[in-house]
């Protein structure tokens, strides 16, 4: 019995060497790094580069959280089919995102113990958002201009000029809101656009474009 009683202390008492181990910062709020304007992440591993790529992943991971019910939001107002093609791209816009994020990810802390290595890293909100700002206008300049274009096309008679131009703006729907959702789920002034356009809007517009064409064209053959 008393044998057991000192394997449990033993055990207990290098479960608290092990926690001594740690750096006093480590697992604390940085008052340097406020969580109001910065990502914090913590890591640990065997060497400094193992522990920041775990710092990296935890801070990806409160991004991940953070946009998803955002995303979530702003998906419940788009067509079944839209839902279904920003789902899609969902994983993939938030793998490059990440991706991005890791540029502007710094070490705050570091300290090596017992042959551990501990990182803090951080990530400035702000310069985090004004990077996302820029990718996001650029996405909306070109949905915008492409629709626009089409339209004009579509007024003026040339119908395979309106459709080309609607194809082309299709492909950056999907990237354009689940970065917006990112962007909304961050910033305490969400990015607003002027007008909410889909997939599924997208492709009613070619429809009611093409069937009028079809009409025009049947009335003038029947007057032949």
Not at 58 to 74: D, H, M, N, Y
Request: hydrophobic content about 40%; proline content about 3%.
């Amino acid at each position: 019995m008393s044998t057991k009683i000192l394997h449990i202390n033993c055990f207990i008492f290098l479960m608290g060497c092990g926690l001594v181990a740690q750096p006093k910062w480590f697992g604390k709020a940085l008052p340097a790094y406020p969580s109001s304007n910065y990502f914090i992440g913590e890591g640990v591993g065997s060497d400094y580069s193992e522990a920041l790529a775990n710092a990296q992943t935890e801070i990806a991971s409160q991004i991940r959280v953070g946009i998803e019910s955002q995303l979530t939001l702003s998906i419940s107002e788009v067509s079944d089919n839209d839902k279904s093609e920003l789902r899609e791209s969902f994983d993939s816009e938030i793998k490059t995102s990440v991706n991005e994020t890791i540029q502007g990810i710094v070490i705050v802390k570091k300290e090596k113990k017992k042959q551990q290595y501990y990182v803090a890293a951080a990530l400035d909100k702000g310069k985090y958002l004004a990077g996302l700002r820029v990718e996001i206008d650029q996405l909306w300049s070109q949905i915008n201009r492409l629709i626009t274009d089409a339209r004009d096309f579509k007024n003026n008679g040339k119908l395979f000029s309106a459709i080309d131009n609607y194809s082309d703006a299709m492909p950056y729907i999907a990237p354009f809101y689940v970065k917006k959702s990112f962007y909304d789920s961050l910033s305490d002034i969400p990015y607003t656009i002027v007008e909410f356009i889909t997939v599924d809007g997208i492709i009613s517009e070619i429809r009611k474009l093409i069937n009028k064409n079809r009409i025009v064209y049947e009335n003038f053959s029947n007057r032949r």
